[in-house]
């Protein structure tokens, strides 16, 4: 079983649109996690990063984390075409300081 | 802070070459990753160094590939007899001293083709 699992899409939605994209996480342990998007042909960026259970919101963005069912997930609401791109979610590692990143999910935006 | 840099952008190189990348950090970083990412899948951790030490390396890393940081500033990564199945996209990254989940800053990559 891979220590992060993330449904690859795509994902086609209207401008406007609420998205859900969702991962799983195997080790019960891990108490970070981050959201990276992804453009075309760039290296992934930071979107989210939160710690342990809840919640967590930044302007379009909510990053929601269930320790319970070692499921996180990233809600954009009002989505805009600029948010297509590929989405990674990403749990650290058992040792050492890297990350461990899902296949990521591919979301496009129309207009 | 002028972000990770990575050169070349773009290599293609035939099969059984050596081909060697370069990764600067951000300037006072002192750890560096090296991810590597195929077509629709997430990085795939590689290895890390802490300043000039070279800490992990990932089952991944076979021994074709070798990475240096001799001054822990710049990082290089070398692939010897390059095979096909390199072709990906070379990514590195790097984090400030501190705490050990600071998440990772991402160059946009070296995109290595192996025909």
């Known amino acids: 079983q891979k220590e992060v699992e993330q449904d690859p899409g795509p994902l086609s939605v209207p401008e406007g649109a609420i998205v859900s994209l969702n991962c799983t996480y195997s080790n019960s342990a891990f108490q970070y996690f981050m959201w990276y998007r992804q453009y075309s042909r760039k290296g992934p960026e930071l979107l989210m990063y939160?710690?342990?259970?809840g919640n967590k919101e930044d302007g379009r963005f909510t990053a929601q984390v269930d320790k319970s069912s070692k499921y996180i997930s990233l809600f954009i609401r009002d989505s805009q075409p600029s948010d297509s791109a590929t989405y990674l979610c990403?749990?650290?590692?058992?040792?050492?300081?890297?990350?461990?990143f899902g296949k990521g999910t591919s979301l496009l935006v129309t207009p | 802070d002028t972000g990770v840099s990575q050169d070349p952008r773009h290599k293609i190189t035939k099969r059984g070459q050596n081909v060697t990348f370069r990764c600067d950090p951000i300037?006072?970083?002192?750890?560096l990753y090296w991810y590597r990412q195929t077509l629709g899948q997430g990085p795939e951790f590689l290895t890390y160094f802490q300043n000039e030490a070279q800490l992990e390396k990932s089952r991944l890393l076979s021994d074709r590939f070798s990475a240096e940081r001799p001054k822990g500033s710049f990082s290089t990564l070398e692939i010897q007899r390059t095979e096909q199945g390199d072709s990906a996209m070379y990514l590195c990254a790097s984090t400030p001293p501190g705490t050990d989940n600071s998440p990772l800053h991402f160059g946009n990559g070296t995109r290595l083709t192996v025909t």
């Open positions: 300037s006072e970083h002192n750890r």
């Open positions: 939160t710690y342990s259970s």
């Open positions: 990403a749990t650290p590692r058992r040792a050492g300081y890297a990350l461990n």
